[in-house]
T-cell receptor, first 112, second 112 residues
Framework: GEDVEQSLFLSVREGDSSVINCTYTDSSSTYLYWYKQEPGAGLQLLTYIFSNMDMKQDQRLTVLLNKKDKHLSLRIADTQTGDSAIYFCAETPQDSSYKLIFGSGTRLLVRP | DADVTQTPRNRITKTGKRIMLECSQTKGHDRMYWYRQDPGLGLRLIYYSFDVKDINKGEISDGYSVSRQAQAKFSLSLESAIPNQTALYFC???????????FGPGTRLTVT
C-alpha cells in the first residue's frame, strides 16, 4: 500500500540549514510535494518535484529525490524564525491524478 | 481576498447534532476536496468532487456526507456528530490540468 513517513520534530538554530526527510513506499509516484502549515493556517504548497528529476532548487529551498531509496528531502538554507512550521511531504500515485498521500508532518522549530 | 474560504473557522457542537461545514473558492477550479487532520497524522481524504455531478468517497467517508451546490461551493455534513470526529477539517481545490491542490484555512471542530 501507499505510505509516507516523516520524523516528527526538528530543531535548528537561526541561520543554519534545515533538512527535513521523508520516505515513501509507492515506487510509481508521479509527483512529490512539500507543503508548509503555519499555526492556524491551511497548507501552503512550497515546492514539488516530478519523479524523473533528482533535484530541484527554488531560492532557499532544495529538494532532493532518491528514487532508488524512495527518499525525499527538503533543505532550507539560512533558516529563519519565520520558517518555524509543520512541513508535510506528500505524493501522488501513478494511478491517480487527484490523490495526495500525506506524511504525518515534521514540526520545525527555529531557535534564535 | 483568500482564494479558498471555509466557514465556520471554529465550531463546538454536541454529540448527535447535525453540522455543516462550508467551502467556497474563487479559483475557478473544477475539483474540490474535503480532508481531515488529526494530531500527529497527515491529512486524510473524506470526499472529493471532480465537478458538480461527480462526487466520490475518499478513504474515511463513513459518518460524513457532502453536497456540491455549484462549481465554487462544496459543503461537508456530519449527520450525527460523535466525539471522534473532533479534528481540523480542510477544503482544497485543484484544476484538472495540474496536480497542485490549494487549501483553505481549515475549520476546527470539537464534538463534546
Amino acid at each position: 500500500g501507499e505510505d509516507v513517513e516523516q520524523s516528527l520534530f526538528l530543531s535548528v538554530r537561526e541561520g543554519d540549514s534545515s533538512v527535513i526527510n521523508c520516505t515513501y513506499t509507492d515506487s510509481s509516484s508521479t509527483y512529490l510535494y512539500w507543503y508548509k502549515q503555519e499555526p492556524g493556517a491551511g497548507l501552503q504548497l512550497l515546492t514539488y518535484i516530478f519523479s524523473n528529476m533528482d533535484m530541484k532548487q527554488d531560492q532557499r529551498l532544495t529538494v532532493l529525490l532518491n528514487k532508488k531509496d524512495k527518499h525525499l528531502s527538503l533543505r532550507i538554507a539560512d533558516t529563519q524564525t519565520g520558517d518555524s512550521a509543520i512541513y508535510f511531504c506528500a505524493e501522488t500515485p501513478q494511478d491517480s491524478s487527484y490523490k495526495l498521500i500525506f506524511g504525518s508532518g515534521t514540526r520545525l522549530l527555529v531557535r534564535p | 481576498d483568500a482564494d479558498v474560504t471555509q466557514t465556520p473557522r471554529n465550531r463546538i457542537t454536541k454529540t448527535g447534532k447535525r453540522i455543516m461545514l462550508e467551502c467556497s473558492q474563487t479559483k475557478g477550479h473544477d475539483r474540490m476536496y474535503w480532508y481531515r487532520q488529526d494530531p500527529g497524522l497527515g491529512l486524510r481524504l473524506i470526499y472529493y468532487s471532480f465537478d458538480v455531478k461527480d462526487i466520490n468517497k475518499g478513504e474515511i467517508s463513513d459518518g460524513y456526507s457532502v453536497s456540491r451546490q455549484a462549481q465554487a461551493k462544496f459543503s461537508l455534513s456530519l449527520e450525527s456528530a460523535i466525539p471522534n470526529q473532533t479534528a481540523l477539517y480542510f477544503c482544497a481545490t485543484s484544476s484538472a490540468a495540474t496536480y497542485e491542490q490549494y487549501f483553505g484555512p481549515g475549520t476546527r471542530l470539537t464534538v463534546t
